[in-house]
């Protein structure tokens, strides 16, 4: 149970904020996530859901109060590559990524290392992600 709560928090966990690139759009997204992780004996399905990105946060991450996470991005042209350091009552993670807009699509990978008292594990993350308008 704690491997697929820790699964699905590194599914949610995209990316924090970065600096606006004017490739990037601000408003709503759907935002959908593959998650894989080697030796996992079942597929996990995709997992969508919606944010509104703004300036100030304008690539997607799930809100996990009891998760501190420090993240640090740049901006080239319309990718946005990351890294991301969780601390949580599970364990701590690591995530190196990127996300890159093309009007109102987006399209990344990440790839984390979540560190626990059975072991470590690899999770890799596909996503993608249309823009569906201001945010309300």
């Known amino acids: 149970m704690r491997n697929l709560l820790l699964l699905f928090v590194a599914g949610l966990l995209l990316v924090a904020a970065a600096p606006a690139s004017a490739q990037i759009k601000y408003g709503t997204w759907e935002i959908t996530t593959k998650v894989s992780m080697p030796g996992m004996p079942m597929e ?12 100030d946060g304008m690539t997607p991450q799930a809100e996990q109060p009891d998760h501190n996470c420090e993240t640090e991005s740049r901006v080239e042209g319309d990718t946005v590559h990351y890294t991301v350091i969780c601390d949580s009552p599970e364990g701590s993670m690591r995530g190196e990524g990127t996300a890159t807009y093309a009007g109102d699509t987006m399209s990344g990978s990440m790839h984390m290392v979540m560190e626990g008292d059975d072991g470590d594990m690899e999770v890799t ?8 308008g201001p945010c309300e």
């Not at 996990?44 to 300036?55: D, I, K, N, R, V």
């Not at 993350?125 to 569906?132: A, K, N, T, V, W």
């Open 44 to 55: 996990m399905p995709a997992m969508t859901h919606t944010q509104c990105l703004t300036e």
């Open 125 to 132: 993350q596909e996503y993608s992600g249309r823009y569906l």
